[in-house]
């Protein structure tokens, strides 16, 4: 990539997003555009960057990505500074342990893990077409596999009580939205220069189960028994934003470790049900004074 290539990453102040961010300040060739809640993580997270990369340019915007308002306002901040973005990372997510409800009146993980990349992305696209070879690159999961069943549009509204246990199906059928409206968004941008993927990072232990009481226990326990490792996930992500093989290739996903191409569950791979949750995803946005 070329000098002064812009990178916006959300969820940069912990875990895979973080990490990846490092990982381009040390190159020294990027200019990055981190999103963050709470001012003293970011500052945190740019004193980690500095000190890698002590002339890296590192640039935050604030706002709460579980709430769309602040997602747009984001998004047309980021804009208005940015006229050329080469790379979009949408990184941000949550396994919620119990149902949240937004004061939009969305379901917390399904606002934060699929409709805010959504609007983010809806919102930056014009900044990645001036680049003319930008890329866009989404954080998935295996955990898309146990799904369930998906029901459209219902699922994207659907704020019925869960326990601990029962929000892995939840957790997992944001991580299939986001495979599906990547393969979708890929078509839609096909003659821009846009090159759209997911990813698997793989089991980390970075974020495990934050608002599990035990989670700091069981995270120094796989550590030491050297599982989940993040740098692994970190590097699947890196690879989708750096390596040039990955800019020929549009609408995949891909693994953690081989960098190879996974068949997404059923009905990720539904050419017509990525049709139809991209024409809900708008309807709900429109209805929510999102899109014009």
């Excluded at 934003?241 to 470790?257: A, L, Q």
Aim: with cysteine; hydrophobic share 40%.
């Amino acid at each position: 990539m070329s000098k002064n290539t812009t990178v916006v990453i959300t969820g940069a102040t912990s875990g895979l997003g973080q990490l990846v961010a490092v990982e381009l300040g040390k190159r020294g060739c990027f200019d990055l555009v981190l999103t963050a809640r709470s001012r003293e993580r970011a500052e945190a997270t740019r004193k980690q960057i500095e000190l890698v990369s002590p002339s890296a340019k590192v640039d935050f915007f604030y706002g709460d990505l579980s709430v769309l308002k602040d997602v747009k306002r984001i998004g047309d901040e980021i804009a208005a500074a940015y006229s050329n973005i080469d790379v979009l990372l949408n990184n941000a997510g949550i396994h919620a342990f119990e149902q949240r409800v937004t004061p939009e009146g969305l379901p917390e993980m399904v606002a934060i893990n699929y409709l805010s990349p959504w609007l983010l992305t809806y919102t930056l696209k014009p900044c990645l077409q001036n680049v003319g070879k930008a890329r866009v690159v989404n954080v998935a999961s295996e955990a898309s596999r146990r799904h369930v069943v998906l029901k459209l549009p219902e699922d994207l509204t659907d704020t019925t009580a869960f326990t601990a246990r029962g929000s892995s199906p939840i957790y997992g059928k944001t991580k299939l939205l986001n495979i599906m409206f990547t393969a979708e968004l890929a078509r839609r941008c096909s003659d821009t220069g846009i090159s759209v993927n997911a990813l698997n990072p793989g089991f980390n232990v970075t974020g495990l189960g934050r608002e599990l009481w035990f989670a700091p226990l069981l995270e120094r326990l796989l550590k030491i028994l050297h599982l989940g490792d993040p740098r692994r996930g970190a590097d699947i992500i890196t690879r989708l934003i750096v390596d040039p093989e990955y800019h020929k290739k549009t609408g995949g996903y891909f693994n953690v470790g081989t960098g190879k191409s996974i068949q997404p569950v059923s009905p990720g791979g539904d050419f017509k049900m990525q049709q139809k949750l991209w024409k809900v995803t708008e309807d709900l946005l429109e209805q929510k004074g999102f899109l014009p």
